[in-house]
């Protein structure tokens, strides 16, 4: 996810990098910030590793499947990733802006039929949160 | 919208059809849900016109449009017209369940650091919502 992340920061996108995993933890599908690069909003890292991974096992449902982000999921990613079924969604650095998936599932308790829990990976949030600071302050 | 809506009833996919306009009124993308077809679960009304019309207009910043859909957006597509930066969003029928883009603005009011204005055209709301009561009744 680190190394996605880095390798969207050398695009001059947010860095910010995903995968889905099958309960083996084989990677099933890859993502990192591509909205500058595909023109394309909405090309989210965990949005494209959810794609992939629907893609790669040929069904809309990644019911077995874990989403693992450099970054908490915001709105749009959170609904990619309930929408997917993902059993369980790991992060590594916290949004501190803007409404992170934490947030709106603690908001919205019961609103969604499917909801995954969240895990924050405290091991890596360092380093991610490092990767998005510099990437900001350079912008600055 | 309605027609789109239609045709993914016909698909077998929860009917909800959507499309961004220049100012000018000319729609410049098209979107109907595509979830089984794709085998894609962020494949929504939604997000699809908007790619759609980032595609046409080579640009990742809809600033100048619009976004019209017969459904009020979900948390995902309320992620992709916050990205896209719509200038405004339309709407026929409410989201009754789940978190549509009304609530989650109201919640999160100052969250978002883009905000597009959420407007309900209640003329066609009765026809949206009666598609959307057909397709899941049939489906009971």
């Not at 077995?64 to 959170?78: F, G, N, R, T, V």
């Amino acid at each position: 996810m680190l190394a996605l992340a880095t390798a969207a920061a050398l695009s001059e996108e947010v860095p910010v990098g995903a995968v889905v995993c099958n309960p083996q933890w084989e990677i099933l599908g890859r993502g990192r910030n591509e909205i500058l690069e595909r023109k394309d909003p909405t090309a989210h890292a965990e949005l494209l590793a959810i794609r992939a991974a629907a893609q790669a096992q040929q069904s809309e449902r990644l019911s077995d499947c874990i989403l693992i982000s450099s970054l908490e999921p915001c709105a749009l990613c959170s609904g990619a990733a309930i929408f997917s079924r993902v059993k369980a969604v790991y992060y590594f650095a916290p949004v501190f802006t803007g409404v992170g998936m934490t947030r709106l599932f603690e908001v919205f308790a019961e609103s969604f039929n499917h909801r995954p829990p969240i895990i924050q990976v405290e091991a890596f949030a360092g380093e991610s949160a490092r990767l998005l600071k510099e990437f900001f302050a350079k912008r600055r």
